[in-house]
């Protein structure tokens, strides 16, 4: 079964970094995309940025420049790698995975950016 663990969030002044990671485990193929969501409260949930095991890499326009994602293949494992924080970046941070069409979603890690 397949169960993805996010961690890494927290509170964080503006400005300032974070970086979430999220294993995944029970994955039979690498061959997979992997995607790292965001939902605040009142909003829809948003791709934040995705990454696929060829390293094809997407990301959300209001994050370009500030934020990273990257992965490792061999832990199945995707990181987020959050600069320059503001606070609109305030969400529930979710990871996600596709695998040959199989959705998978972790629980979700709270990212709050506030003085």
């Known amino acids: 079964q397949v169960q993805l663990e996010e961690s890494g969030g927290g509170l964080m002044q503006p400005g300032g970094s974070l970086r979430l990671t999220c294993a995944a485990s029970?994955?039979?193929?690498?061959?997979?995309?992997m995607a790292w969501y965001r939902q605040a409260p009142g909003m829809e949930r948003e791709r934040v940025g995705e990454?696929?095991?060829?390293?094809?890499?997407e990301y959300a326009d209001s994050v370009k420049g500030r934020f990273t994602i990257f992965r490792d293949n061999s832990k199945n494992t995707v990181y987020l790698q959050m600069e320059s924080l503001k606070p609109e970046d305030t969400a529930v941070y979710y990871c996600f995975l596709n695998s040959y069409g199989n959705i998978y979603w972790g629980q979700g890690t709270q990212v709050t950016v506030s003085l």
């Open positions: 029970g994955v039979s193929s690498s061959n997979n995309v």
């Open positions: 990454i696929s095991s060829r390293g094809s890499i």
